[in-house]
C-alpha cells in the first residue's frame, strides 16, 4: 500500500503560482511515477502530467504545458506541481497519484493504483 496526501491548495488570482506538494508513505516511492490529475465541477477527471522513478522523464497535457512543471524528490518521498501563470480554467480539485506500470507516459487513471484525497485550487479571475 502507498499512502499520499497532496496539500498545497487554495484560492489564488490569475497569473498567480502554487506548488502543491504530494506526500508519500509506504512502499519504496522511487519504484513508481507519480502523476498529477485534477477534476474541475461538472467535468471528468483529467491528467495533467506525470515524473518517472528518477525524474528524468516528464510528460504534460497540452493545457498545461510549459505553465506548471512537476518534480519529485525520493529522498523525501514527495512529487510537487509548480503551477505557474495560472488561469480561471486551472480551477479544480488536484489529485496526485501513483503507477507501477513500467512504462513511461503513463495516462491512464486505471493504471495508477493509489492516489490521493485531492486538493482544491480556485483561480480568480
Known amino acids: 500500500q502507498v499512502q499520499l496526501v497532496e496539500s498545497g491548495g487554495g484560492l489564488v488570482q490569475a497569473g498567480d503560482s502554487l506548488r502543491l506538494s504530494c506526500a508519500a508513505s509506504?512502499?519504496?516511492?522511487?519504484?513508481?511515477?507519480m502523476g498529477w490529475f485534477r477534476q474541475a465541477p461538472g467535468k471528468e477527471r483529467e491528467f495533467v502530467t506525470s515524473?518517472?522513478?528518477?525524474?528524468?522523464?516528464?510528460y504534460y497535457a497540452t493545457s498545461v504545458k510549459g505553465r506548471f512543471t512537476i518534480s519529485r524528490d525520493n529522498a523525501k518521498n514527495t512529487a510537487y506541481l509548480q503551477m505557474d501563470s495560472l488561469k480561471p480554467e486551472d480551477t479544480a480539485v488536484y489529485y496526485c497519484?501513483?503507477?507501477?506500470?513500467?512504462?513511461?507516459?503513463?495516462?491512464?487513471?486505471?493504471?495508477?493504483?493509489?492516489w490521493g484525497q485531492g486538493t482544491q485550487v480556485t483561480v480568480s479571475s
Open positions: 515524473i518517472s522513478w528518477s525524474g528524468g522523464i516528464t
Open positions: 497519484a501513483a503507477s507501477s506500470s513500467r512504462v513511461t507516459g503513463t495516462r491512464a487513471e486505471s493504471l495508477y493504483e493509489y
Open positions: 509506504g512502499r519504496t516511492f522511487s519504484n513508481y511515477i
